[in-house]
């Protein structure tokens, strides 16, 4: 797990504009989501094509959270991402062409992102409840790259915690796509993961500013908790 966290100069930057670090005081448990983007093989795997080594110290986190959220009633969304080859061309060429451009690590990397291949990495607890949403683009919410979008609508879901790897990448893209279409976005910084530290903070620092908030998966409970404690005691 990365243990960098935002620096002083950004909190008393945004503080100094809008009066306090975070976005959201509390959070409604009917109106949440969690996203896990790309925990998966091609990402988890040691060795693998797109190995971010750090996604596997993050599984801890990750799964100390689902169960909490998934007693205070809010839906777990696995977002996996996989490609489609035919004739020798893939539904993302942009990619393809240009990310991966060396024949051996594009070959294995078109062999791991096949859709058969896709599946939660084996070390995340995945209860029978959760959603699975697979995407063909960096972010689940880009025009056409997935169903997220509906499914979100569908729960009446108007905010999202986003984890996942990498954070700079796929987490970013989904979570700044969350906020571009008013959806509440959320970071949820210990179940993040980057190639780097430096990545990872960067991310972090440039999200909390424009587009969301960041919290730990302990204040991510700590502001959904109140809520369900309101309605029980109603």
């Known amino acids: 797990m990365h243990e960098v966290s935002i620096r002083q100069h950004i909190i008393d930057r945004v503080v100094a504009r809008r009066g306090d670090i975070h976005w959201f005081a509390r959070l409604d448990p009917s109106k949440t989501a969690l996203l896990i983007v790309d925990m998966q093989n091609t ?11 750090t996604s596997r110290s993050i599984v801890p986190a990750i799964n100390r ?15 996996l991402h996989a ?33 058969e ?42 905010t999202v915690l986003v984890g996942g790897t990498k954070t700079n990448v796929c987490c970013d ?5 969350a ?3 008013d959806f509440n976005s959320v970071m949820v910084s210990d179940c993040c993961a980057a190639l780097s530290d430096g990545e ?7 999200f909390i500013q ?20 309101a309605v029980r005691t109603a």
């Open 43 to 53: 990402f988890c795997k040691p060795g693998a094509p797109g190995e971010v080594p």
């Open 65 to 79: 959270l689902t169960p909490k959220l998934r007693a205070l009633g809010v839906p777990v969304i696995w977002v």
């Open 83 to 115: 490609n489609t080859h035919r004739a020798g061309r893939s539904d993302w060429e942009g990619f393809f062409n240009n990310v991966v451009r060396d024949k051996e690590i594009r070959r294995r990397t078109v062999e791991s992102l096949a859709p």
């Open 117 to 158: 291949r896709q599946a939660v990495w084996e070390e995340l607890d995945v209860d029978a409840s959760d959603i699975v949403v697979v995407k063909n683009r960096y972010s689940g919410l880009a025009h056409g790259s997935s169903t997220l979008e509906r499914v979100l609508r569908n729960l009446g879901v108007d």
């Open 173 to 177: 893209s989904t979570a700044r796509d």
């Open 179 to 181: 906020m571009m279409l």
């Open 200 to 206: 990872h903070q960067a991310a972090l620092e440039t």
């Open 210 to 229: 424009q587009f969301g908030d960041v919290f730990t998966s302990e204040e991510v409970v700590q502001r959904l908790a109140p809520a369900v404690q």
